[in-house]
């Protein structure tokens, strides 16, 4: 497979960094995009790519610097992605533009 993924930050845009988390907490804002493609083998053992799949959108990523007590440990980054469109939809939601959602734990990069 294959994949390309970009991130655009544009927290430097918005002055929110109250002084009482600044130590503990840090909140990032990008826009985003991702597309790809898989490789599979078919019934007459050819290898072919799927057709390329792709989504933007924009997220939001909570980094969480410190635990109180436990401040020897990695942080811990949340992440809150809005893909707003998608180039190839599910069978039961078929509009490209909608809202949707992933949470995850830390960045892929």
Known sequence: GAAVNAELDFDGLFKF???IFANTFHLDSYFFGDAGTISY?????EVNFS????D???????????FWVL??????????????????????SPQHFQFRYVV???RAF
């Open 17 to 19: 960094h109250p002084k």
């Open 41 to 45: 083998v078919s019934s007459n053992d």
């Open 51 to 54: 057709f390329p799949r792709a």
């Open 56 to 66: 933007a959108g924009i997220g939001f990523a909570l980094t969480i610097k410190k």
């Open 71 to 92: 401040d020897n440990i990695k942080p811990l980054v949340i992440r809150f992605d809005i893909p707003f469109f998608l180039n190839s939809t599910p069978y039961d």
């Open 104 to 106: 995850g734990i830390n």
